[in-house]
């Protein structure tokens, strides 16, 4: 006979809950958030640590991996894959950053100096001038001298001359004047009017003292080299500089999508403020390339 009650709610049967199966557990246990990898956590083998010692020297992968110790047939993929593990790229990253503060190279001092050797006057370094010849100002088109003195030292060196002439039964020199008068500046431009050169000067070859040549100069300056033609000054490559910058500056990309703000921002970061006069390539957003 039915007990319950006419009208009354069946209790409803609880259900247990299904069990989790073992391949549900086992996925359970093994998902987890990706996360980046610090090299704090993952240590690296002799090999990879030797690795980022050897591509710190010239950021050459495959010789990178050569010099490591890697086979020299497999370096370049070696040296490709190893460039893509976190592990590694984050050892590379700290080792260069404890490099910068040891040396106080940062990328802003590298791209000085080269901002430096690009926009350096080579003509600190050494110039040609054209400056007047001894005629040019002389009283009367004349020869000019610097002061008495030296007036009066050439008429000696020319009388001893003579004394010894004489001896020889040879002709006399003729005796200087003062009538070009004095005051001779070697410095000064030529005469146009001039009968000697013509205008033309004579030609004064200079080379900068290294002891009051600017920041920029110092930065293109490479030092001299001693020929048989005299002292040759050396200069670094003004064109490499320029390179240089293009490339940091993403000149060289076809698609550079950067616009002129941005690069003004870093002109004006690199040049210390003084402003350049340099105008950024504008980009064809529509085919991205500019003309040349």
Not at 45 to 56: I, M, N
Not at 233 to 240: C, E, M, N
């Amino acid at each position: 006979m039915d007990k319950t009650a006419k009208g009354a709610k069946p209790t409803p049967t609880k259900r247990k809950p299904a069990a989790k199966t073992k391949a549900a557990g086992t996925a359970a246990r093994t998902i987890k958030p990706k996360v980046k990898v610090k090299e704090a956590e993952v240590e690296l083998t002799p090999l990879q640590a030797r690795f980022v010692d050897e591509y710190l020297t010239d950021l050459n992968a495959t010789q990178a991996a050569i010099r490591a110790g890697y086979s020299e047939k497999t370096a370049a993929e070696i040296g490709y894959e190893n460039l893509r593990k976190p592990q590694i790229v984050a050892a590379i990253a700290e080792a260069r950053a404890r490099q910068q503060e040891r040396t106080e190279i940062t990328a802003d001092r590298v791209l000085r100096e080269a901002w430096h050797q690009l926009t350096a006057d080579a003509r600190e370094l050494s110039a040609v001038h054209y400056n007047c010849c001894r005629y040019c100002h002389g009283l009367g088109g004349k020869y000019q001298w610097r002061d008495p003195e030296e007036f009066a030292d050439a008429t000696l060196r020319i009388e001893a001359l003579n004394e010894e002439r004489r001896a020889e039964h040879r002709p006399q020199v003729a005796l200087p004047t003062d009538d070009g008068g004095f005051g001779f500046d070697r410095r000064a431009r030529p005469n146009p009017e001039c009968a000697n050169c013509y205008g033309d000067g004579q030609i004064d070859v200079r080379i900068g003292d290294t002891r009051s040549l600017s920041p920029a100069a110092l930065a293109l300056y490479a030092g001299v080299k001693q020929t048989k033609f005299g002292i040759e000054v050396l200069t670094h490559s003004k064109d490499a500089a320029m390179e240089k910058l293009f490339k940091h500056l993403g000149l060289y990309e076809k698609d550079n999508q950067q616009r002129i703000d941005p690069l003004a921002s870093l002109l004006e970061r690199v040049s210390g403020g003084t402003g350049n006069g340099f105008v950024p390539v504008a980009r064809d957003p529509e085919h991205g390339e500019a003309e040349e």
